[in-house]
């Protein structure tokens, strides 16, 4: 039976008013920061003034802002089409890998270091994969024609694909996003084209707004939950299919049963037609260049 709570009773003490983290938490402002009791705050413009813009009540522009900024400076410098790399942020190259196990002296120390050697191969197929991205651009005059390697920014896997096209002297481009624990930006971002978010739902909208593909990488929870929402984008055909590639056919295979999915009745075969299952960095750019006819 429901309960109607009587009215002019107050929500349950246990009941957050909002579940998501405001940016006056963010920016660690206090209430009288924000209150606008005096007239030197209160005269400042509305565009200048951070603690008004900080407000809940001006989350709606602060939407706008975040959607805006990355657009133009983009627009700017010439980016069209990219490709969204995903994966993991925990893996690193091949030479700090190997560095770890020189070191390693305990039996923890040992397995960890091995892990992160096993780990270290994704790193350097998305390093390559970058670098495979950059030299195709380096063929094309016109910038409509260029497909920019586009990343979260952070450090693993996405280090690595914004660094194979940065050593290759390509323009790559970084969508960060602030955590708990600060995510810095990797080195191998260009100048002008590191970009930071606070609200997930924005960055992912750029994430897609010019991918003319997906490759992912293995990856914990954002990379799972990145490929799915592109994945359902494409369903719903909210997006024009584009291919979404996953590199590392074991890890996949036992991850995601999406045969198991299509036979169970909770999608379609026709679903699967932009999935791609790749070992090496080559056969994904090559699932590109087919897709598009490049060539």
């Known amino acids: 039976m429901v309960q109607i709570t009587p009215k002019g009773c107050h929500m349950s003490p246990k009941l957050p008013i909002h579940n998501s983290q405001t940016i006056t938490e963010f920016l660690n402002l206090h209430q009288s920061q924000i209150s606008e009791e005096d007239s030197q ?29 990355p657009e133009v400076l983009l627009k700017e410098q010439g980016i ?38 096993l780990h270290s191969q994704y790193y350097e197929s998305a390093r390559q994969f970058g670098a495979l991205v950059a030299s195709y651009n380096s063929t094309q005059k ?12 952070g ?4 280090e690595a694909a914004n660094r194979g096209a940065f050593e290759s002297g390509d323009k790559t481009i970084g969508f960060n996003i602030s955590l708990p ?26 994430f897609m707004l010019r991918a003319r593909a997906i490759v992912a990488y293995p990856g914990g929870f954002g990379s799972f ?22 590199v590392g056919k074991s890890y996949w295979n036992e991850m ?13 075969q026709v679903d699967m037609e932009s999935i791609h299952f790749c070992e090496t960095a080559e056969e994904a750019w090559q699932v590109i260049r087919d897709w598009y006819q490049l060539g």
């Open 80 to 117: 069209d089409h990219t490709i969204t790399v995903f994966g993991s942020t925990r893996f690193v190259c091949e030479a700090e890998a190997l560095a770890l196990k020189e070191k390693a002296k305990t039996s923890d120390e040992i397995a960890a270091a091995n892990k992160a050697l």
């Open 256 to 268: 995601l049963n999406f045969k198991g999915m299509v036979e169970f009745g909770v999608i379609d």
């Open 41 to 69: 705050d209160s005269y400042k413009f509305a565009f200048d003034d951070e603690a008004f813009l900080a407000r809940r009540e001006t989350m709606g522009i602060r939407f706008q802002l975040e959607l805006l900024k």
């Open 225 to 246: 939950d990145e490929l799915f929402e592109v994945l359902t984008l494409i369903q719903t055909k909210k997006v024009v299919p584009i291919p979404v590639i996953l």
């Open 181 to 206: 624990r600060e995510q810095h930006p990797n080195e191998y971002i260009s100048p002008g084209l590191s970009f930071r978010f606070h609200y997930f739902a924005l960055r992912k909208m750029h």
């Open 142 to 153: 016109k910038d409509s024609n260029k497909l920019h390697i586009c990343t979260g920014g």
């Open 155 to 158: 450090p693993g896997i996405m």
